[in-house]
């Protein structure tokens, strides 16, 4: 165990952010989740005894004589966020007075630095370059992801769960959020910060970030594996797996919502269905290229004169 | 529902934040102010550093400046203080009458100036005033009451009072008449009073100038000045600003000493109470070296074009030294300080100033030249000659082509004109022939010009090893093997490395070497005497270069090899050659036909089988031959006879039979030879040697110019960057003992990820990088390893990491045009060729010679002394003299000018190009300017004649009791040069100043000085002067200069048969100088 390379990451003033994250998100994801266990359980009281839902006004409390029946913003949400924004504040001052801007020397276009890393906050997306051609994974997915965060609003047919915490009545929403937000987006950082070394490659915690480390690494094409040589063979041979990956997939979540979810599914328009299926199908597809790559080496699975996938 | 139960009051109305306020309020505040503290000083450390340097400073100046009014006490105590003292008050008491009459009228003036001047200004101002309204007003009518009003006025009477109470009346004209009066007549008395003063003011300034000029440290004003300057120090950012070499540089913001006018050290300002000088103290130590900073204004140099480090930074001394990742010209460490050297003086081959010299890097270029690094390493400005003539015989090569396609042109040319149809058509085609043989004759004038190029080019061209196609003739067959195995084995000092090879390269190296050497019949010599032999190696000045004995018995020189075992390695016959003429090839090399040209190939042209300097035409192509050994040894002019004699003596140098090597027949086996030409090929043996088949091989290693700026990244540290990096523990790779001794702070502890820690576990360790590394034979890291010292590896390291790319301007770098530069081009062939190791070019620079014991006792034996060697003799002259050195061309046995010197003077066969650079060298060096035109003597009469024999002749100084004559059995105990020598030789000037004091000239000569005195301002001789002496005027010295430059030879031996030459041809030799000063003494009633 390299402890000293451990530490030289760490302690590096980039990464700085990225090592904070890791704990607070965890707290806070504890922390959501203690108080949407609290509500479920509430709410399935409330549902067994509707009499008790009248004496209830903030959610996990009953109702008490002399207790305000609405809490006003001003003072009593303004003056948290205050005390909030100064602690805020001091935390950035003392950061800004004990780490310096992590400049270095200035650039030399015959001598890059090895490894070149984007921002912390970018390197999610630096990894997916690993896995698909740059014009996808910097511009289709990038695109995709701003889309899907505004269709949203659009697609979410869900009423309940606003304004308090709850597991049971937002099951899916959680779960795609917390699969978009902790596996896709921070888990890829993490392993662009941490686990990505010299050469790009992967570096094991505490493994030497050695410059001359030499691995063999050969990567195929899916259509190979297949004995598939014929540039139109490997185009027709990707187009049905990608088309047919989309096919049973869309299967899958149809059943999937209307056995679990048939009051959402029965909400929701055929467009809006449509789309939800193509977004979510996409953003499992990233994580299983990935364990193809990882896995067992496979490049591209999807070949075509004008694209990889 | 919820496991806390619920509670009393509301949790949201009812909780107080008062308490999270206060505090967060609290801690806010806090680090508000570290912001401001961290803004104000935090970043701002040089604000520490001039706090203490203000108490520090001051505080050393107050101990200072007691020192220093002690010393101009002392100063005020000299009898040539108290004279000037004397002058001044005897200048001041006969001036005191009357500069104290002057002074009075000037104070008289004076006050009566200033009575009439209070009334006379109020009055004007009141003038002015109305004459600006009368300018203002309007009307004509106004105008005219304004100007009434001001005639008025100054009609009007005003009285005005002097000093010695009378009153007086004046109108305006008048008070202002009286005022101009008055002012003229004080401007007078006070330039009177000047004039009477001015003796009196001259002796001040005498005085004070004396003070000053004597002065160890400064005087109490300037000490005060200096205080003052450092108590009212206001904090500030103190910067050099150069917009042309972008350079700005703060660093005098914490070394706030650095260019003070005293030497300030570390221990000086150290803390009283403190043992170690802390980080203050040894920022605020002055320059170590205040005389560069002289030649090196640091308003244009600023600090870090020469020692580096971050010149802007300015938030801490990491910063500021640039000792940080990402600052790419981290601060020069003290002991590798000179590579700044290197930026900017990479043309110049010696740095000295005055009598100092920069021995790190001078010996770091040295080392880098000598022990042969660009053989395989090609660095700017070295080893030019290889390139060059490459360059010449490709262009020779394409003129040779062009001329044979001319050639073919023409004839084709000339039958289509036979046959051409029409006269006319003939005739165009005759001219075209007539044109391209016109341009075949530039054509040849060119390739003449390129011939003579080469020739040059050749003669220059040195290799730093041995000529290996003598291999056969030179070498016990058995030995070779031997020493390749590891060289410093058989002799510690050589500069041939140790290559690491296995003893199967070894075999295909040695098979290769020795099947590919000539294999010519020497001729035959006969055995010499031994005992004359070891007396001529140790006189003819041999041990300048070469070294006998090892460890700490080695005496002579390091700059050619160490001949303790040479009986065991080489053949008698080749050595006789090679000591009477170690240029003489066995064979010469034609680079145009890219082989050795034996009797055969001069027999077809039915030419004689000669070759030398001034035979070296190609027999077969006419091209320029390569006729000399590759090596800077030189022709000592000795006799067959001497050189056999050292030859017997040094094959006598060993210390196991030649016989007792084992028999190495493998290295006729013709199997191996093959593989011997790829293993020479690939460890670049051509870089030093001349090797059969090698002649073109190019340099095998990375180009070393910019070697310090190369990124650390493309340094390859292997397996050692993690271990480089972190330092600690493990941090030291090399593991052999021998190897880490030669690094010179010894094994390291710290990180030392940075190019000094390359450089010096390189060359400490040549393969360190491949340890741990399995590779093959052939990839294998090639530097052989150099076997140096601890300060050997320093000096290089230095050189190295001097070695730059650098930002600066082209203006900074020292190219100088004028006479500079010749010296700057000069000291590349003094080094080349080792002349300091017998002559003085720098004052108090010692030759190896000097150190050697049988010089201890016989000053007068040594190599003269050439620091001033350009304004003595005649640049023609000494042109004539280095390129034979006997001054004759067939009594060469000798040396030209000092007979009586055992040393010899060798002929180095200089090319005409390092002739005129070493002429203009010894030019420049003396600040003579070129070009040197020879003084018309004057040529004197029978009577000046007359005596200036007799002032020549006198018993007082008998100049031919030591200079030589030519007469051979005089000559033998001679200790000076033939007078004959001068006319052609010297300068007048020189010899004039020369004959006075030649102690100044040259300490520890011989010649007595005192010889003249100066009466009159002219220079008459100091003994007794002759009787035809009397009533002559002139001065004596010019007198027998000029006789000196007519003398002829046979008034030499005419004067010299007239001298008592019995007495001193008695004298034992020892005793010579002691009894010629002695008569001089007597004679010149101890003048000296």
Redesign the interface.
């Given at each position: 165990m390299d402890w000293?390379q451990l530490w030289e990451i760490c302690s590096a003033p980039d990464n700085v952010p990225i090592v904070g994250l890791i704990p607070l998100l965890a707290f806070y994801i504890y922390l959501a989740v203690k108080q949407a266990r609290?509500n479920d359980?509430?709410i399935e009281?409330l549902e067994a005894d509707p009499a008790m839902a009248k004496t209830h006004h903030r959610k996990?409390?009953?109702f008490?004589p002399?207790?305000?029946k609405e809490?006003h913003v001003w003072p009593?949400l303004l003056?948290?966020e205050f005390?909030a924004a100064?602690?805020i504040?001091?935390i950035l001052?003392?950061w800004s007075?004990t780490l310096n801007a992590p400049?270095?020397?200035?650039a030399?276009p015959n001598?890059t630095m090895?490894p070149a890393k984007a921002p912390w906050y970018f390197l999610g997306l630096q990894e997916m370059l690993v896995y698909f051609d740059p014009w996808i994974a910097g511009v289709v997915m990038p695109t995709l992801i701003i889309i899907g965060l505004m269709v949203i609003p659009y697609i979410d047919t869900n009423p309940l769960g606003s304004g308090y915490y709850t597991w049971k009545q937002r099951k899916f929403s959680i779960s795609t959020f917390l699969f978009g937000f902790i596996i896709l987006w921070v888990a890829m950082i993490i392993i662009g910060t941490f686990i990505r070394g010299p050469g790009w490659q992967w570096f094991w915690p505490g493994q030497?970030w050695?410059?001359?480390r030499l691995i063999y690494e050969v990567n195929r094409d899916l259509p190979d594996i297949f004995g598939i040589t014929s540039n139109l063979g490997k185009a027709i041979f990707g187009a049905i797996v990608v088309g047919g990956y989309y096919l049973v997939g869309g299967g899958a979540v149809y059943s999937l919502f209307r056995r679990r979810m048939g009051k959402d599914f029965s909400r929701m328009s055929l467009l809006q269905f449509s789309i939800m299926q193509f977004l979510l199908l996409t953003m499992v597809a990233l994580p299983l290229k990935m364990g193809l790559r990882l896995l067992w080496h496979i490049k591209y699975v999807w070949i075509t004169p004008w694209f990889n996938i | 529902m919820p496991e806390k139960p619920i509670p009393e009051h509301d949790p949201i109305t009812g909780k107080s934040f008062a308490i999270h306020y206060v505090v967060a309020t609290i801690i806010l505040i806090a680090t508000l102010f570290w912001a401001l503290y961290d803004e104000a000083w935090g970043q701002r450390p040089w604000k520490a550093f001039q706090d203490q340097w203000k108490n520090r400073y001051s505080a050393f100046l107050d101990t200072a400046k007691s020192k220093s009014s002690k010393s101009e006490q002392s100063v005020e105590q000299d009898p040539q203080y108290a004279a000037l003292k004397q002058d001044y008050q005897k200048a001041y008491q006969d001036s005191k009458a009357q500069a104290d009459e002057a002074r009075r009228k000037l104070d008289d003036a004076s006050a009566r100036l200033l009575a009439v001047q209070s009334v006379f200004t109020d009055r004007r101002a009141y003038v002015n005033a109305l004459t600006y309204e009368l300018e203002t007003s309007g009307s004509a009518s106004a105008k005219a009451s304004k100007q009434k009003e001001i005639d008025k006025y100054k009609a009007e009477q005003a009285t005005v009072e002097f000093p010695d109470g009378t009153k007086k009346k004046f109108t305006f004209p008048q008070l202002e008449e009286t005022y101009n009066e008055i002012r003229d007549e004080r401007t007078k008395l006070s330039l009177d009073l000047g004039d009477v003063l001015k003796p009196v003011t001259a002796a001040k300034a005498k005085m004070d100038e004396y003070i000053s000029d004597h002065m160890v440290d400064l005087t109490p004003q300037q000490i005060q000045g200096l205080k003052k300057r450092a108590t009212e120090w206001d904090p500030a950012i103190v910067q050099i600003n150069v917009a042309e070499a972008n350079i700005v540089d703060r660093c005098e913001s914490c070394h706030m000493n650095t260019r003070e006018p005293l030497k300030v050290t570390a221990a000086a300002m150290t803390e009283k109470g403190a043992k170690q000088p802390d980080e203050y103290a040894q920022a605020f130590a002055s320059h170590a070296q205040p005389e560069l900073l002289q030649i090196h204004d640091p308003e244009k140099f600023g600090c870090s074009p020469c020692h580096q480090g971050n010149g802007r930074a300015t938030t801490s001394i990491e910063k500021a030294h640039g000792n940080y990742e990402h600052w790419l010209w981290p601060l020069y460490p003290k002991e590798n300080s000179e590579a700044g050297c290197q930026s900017c003086h990479s043309a110049d081959m010696v740095l000295a100033s005055g009598d100092v010299q920069w021995q790190t890097i001078n010996n770091g270029k040295d080392l880098f030249r000598q022990r042969g690094c660009m053989g395989c390493h090609r660095y700017e400005g070295y080893d030019k000659e290889p390139e060059d003539l490459n360059f010449v015989g490709q262009q020779i090569k394409q003129i040779e082509t062009q001329k044979k396609e001319n050639v073919k042109n023409t004839a084709d040319l000339m039958k289509q004109a036979d046959a051409a149809e029409s006269n006319d058509v003939a005739n165009k085609l005759n001219t075209q022939a007539v044109d391209l043989r016109v341009a075949n004759s530039k054509l040849d004038a060119r390739l003449q010009q390129l011939d003579f190029q080469s020739h040059s080019l050749m003669q220059d061209q040195k290799k730093v090893g041995p000529n290996l196609k003598d291999a056969r003739l030179k070498l016990n067959k058995n030995w070779i093997p031997v020493w390749l195995k590891k060289p410093s084995d058989f002799r510690p000092t050589t500069k041939m490395p140790n290559f690491r090879l296995t003893d199967h390269q070894i075999q295909a190296i040695s098979a290769y070497i020795w099947q590919t050497g000539f294999t010519d019949v020497l001729p035959k010599h006969k055995p010499g005497n031994a005992a004359h032999g070891k007396e001529l190696f140790e006189g003819r000045g041999c041990m300048a270069c070469h070294s006998i004995g090892e460890g700490d018995q080695m005496q002579g020189g390091t700059f050619a090899a160490n001949l303790t075992r040479v009986g065991e390695k080489a053949n008698y016959d080749y050595l006789v050659r090679w000591i009477h003429n170690a240029r003489q090839r066995t064979r010469p090399y034609c680079p145009y036909e890219k082989k050795d040209i034996g009797p055969e190939d001069y027999a077809k042209k039915n030419l004689p089988y000669v070759f030398d300097l001034d035979h070296s035409k190609c027999p077969n192509d006419g091209h320029e031959l390569q006729v000399q050994n590759m090596t800077v040894m030189p022709s000592l002019r000795l006799s067959p006879e001497d050189a056999e004699d050292i030859a017997t003596y040094l094959m006598s140098q060993k210390k196991q039979e030649p016989s007792s090597y084992p028999e190495a027949a493998f290295m006729d086996d013709p199997s191996l030879k093959e593989e011997g030409k790829k293993w020479v090929r690939f460890y670049g043996c051509g870089g030093c040697h001349e090797i059969s088949g090698m002649e073109d091989e190019g340099r095998i290693g990375t180009e070393l110019t910019y070697e310090g700026s190369k990124p650390i990244e493309r340094l390859d540290f292997a397996l050692f960057t993690e271990v480089a990096q972190r330092g600690g523990k493990g941090a030291e790779p090399i593991k052999d003992k021998e190897d880490l001794a030669r690094l010179p702070d010894g094994p390291a502890k710290e990180p030392w990820y940075d190019h000094k820690g390359f450089f010096e576990h390189k060359l400490a360790e040549p393969n360190v990088y491949d340890q741990g590394k399995v590779k093959t034979e052939t990839e294998a890291l090639r530097m052989p390893n150099l076997h140096l010292t601890k300060e050997q590896v320093l000096d290089l390291t230095t050189f190295l990491m001097g070695s730059q790319e650098t930002s600066l301007p082209q203006s900074y770098q020292y190219k100088p045009g004028d006479a500079r530069h010749d010296i700057q081009e000069g000291w590349w062939v003094v080094k080349k060729y080792n002349c300091m190791g017998c002559h003085q070019f720098i004052p108090g620079q010692q030759t190896i010679l000097m150190g050697l014991k049988q010089y201890q006792d016989a000053q007068e034996q040594l190599p003269p002394k050439l620091l001033t060697e350009g304004a003595r003799v005649d640049p023609e002259w000494l042109r004539k003299f280095l390129s034979n050195p006997a001054l004759s061309t067939t009594d060469t046995n000798r040396n030209g000018v000092r007979p009586y010197l055992k040393v010899r003077m060798p002929t180095f066969s200089f090319s005409d190009n390092e002739l005129r650079k070493l002429v203009r060298f010894f030019e420049a060096l003396s600040q003579q300017p070129l070009p040197y035109i020879p003084q018309q003597m004057p040529t004197l009469t029978a009577k000046e004649s007359d005596m200036a024999r007799s002032l020549f002749s006198s018993t007082a100084a008998p100049c031919l009791k030591c200079h030589a004559t030519g007469d051979p059995g005089h000559d033998k105990i001679a200790t000076a040069p033939n007078f004959l020598l001068a006319k052609e030789r010297l300068k007048p000037d020189w010899v004039e100043r020369w004959i006075t004091d030649p102690q100044a000239i040259s300490p520890g000569t011989s010649m007595p000085s005192g010889l003249f005195k100066q009466q009159n301002s002219q220079w008459v001789f100091a003994g007794p002067t002759p009787p035809t002496f009397n009533g002559f005027e002139g001065d004596h010295r010019k007198l027998l200069t000029d006789y000196i430059f007519q003398l002829t030879a046979e008034e030499q031996r005419r004067v010299a048969s007239s001298m008592p030459r019995a007495k001193a041809a008695v004298q034992p030799s020892s005793n010579r100088k002691h009894a010629a000063l002695e008569s001089h003494h007597t004679a010149g009633g101890g003048s000296r």
């Open positions: 000293r609290a359980q509430l009281q996990t409390w009953p008490k002399g207790w305000q809490v009593f003056r948290i005390l100064i602690i504040t001091i001052m003392v007075i400049l270095e020397e200035p030399n001598l090895n030497t050695d410059h001359n | -």
